[in-house]
């Protein structure tokens, strides 16, 4: 094992510290979670990476340590959801429309295991979202969004493959937004309705990604089931499972020279950083610890073996 983590280190991937380009992402998912109508979207966003040794900025959050350890972190992370056009939704036709939501919050995570290669990592999430609804003319708070998950990364040379499940909650706010219907909306064939707050589904996704130069790949799929959720009942949702697939693409413009190692190396690096915190402190030396020595007399500083034998060799 010792001979394969020095292998894999000595093939360790690195990439540049910062990175700064442009990408998109290409995907198919419902016009909302429940909704049994799906659209396809390209969306392009500014591609900004920084890898540093206590901050790091990625395609999905920004991670800062916490407790002086890796081994717990604590995120800003963010999510979203496309507007809604209602007249396009058969299920929300007359009623308002659905702006952008932003979701932003912090989200606590904890190492539970890796491997010694430290290709083979597992943590916890336990994220907090503020759901914001943004348009041009409209910005207003939405509710709150948590989605506690358990998460699993394999980083083998050059690939990174993922793997997630846990489950979501929403408040009643963030329900009512999405799945109220008020009474003025009320139709023969929808009811008005009030959701309330809860369990709002199991999610599993997955994804692949990697580095061809200057170019990112990532290939992911999400699926979402709602059986039991607080609005499974609301009128707009057509349907107990959602799914999500899509490509993202990624260009790399401009980059710093100095390199940082990432995938499983560093993974291990902060494993050790992290346990070398953690040790405790060697005890102090005591003074019996190591004999006292006399030198011999003529022999200049060469020792003896101690004064009871010198005075016995003057006796004799």
Known sequence: MVGAIAC????????????????????????????D?????PIPFP??????SRLRLDRESMQTRIFGTDLVRLDLSAGGQV?????????????HDLDWIAQIGPTVKFRVAMS????????????LRT???????????EGLVASPKLQYRFEPDVYRVEANAGLEFSNNEYNEYIYGVAPQFETP?????????GYAGFRISTGVSRYFGPFYVGIFARYTNLAGAAFENSPLVGSDSAFMGGIAIGWVWLSSK????????ANLAAHEAAVHRNDPAPPPSSPTDTPETFPEPGTGNAPSAGPDRAAEKNRK
């Open 8 to 35: 894999d280190r000595a093939s360790a991937e690195t990439r540049p510290k910062w990175e700064l380009g442009v990408g998109s992402v290409f995907y198919t998912q419902p016009d909302y979670v429940g909704s």
């Open 37 to 41: 109508e799906y659209r396809f979207h």
């Open 47 to 52: 591609w900004v990476i920084y890898r540093g």
């Open 83 to 95: 507007s809604v056009d209602s007249d396009d939704n058969d299920r929300r036709h007359g009623m």
């Open 116 to 127: 010694e290669n430290g290709r083979h990592v597992l943590d916890v999430d336990v994220p």
């Open 131 to 141: 759901a914001l609804a943004v348009d041009l003319d409209n910005f207003a708070y």
């Open 189 to 197: 064939s929808r009811r008005a309705y009030n959701p309330n707050g």
């Open 258 to 265: 100095e390199m940082v190692p990432v995938g499983a190396e």
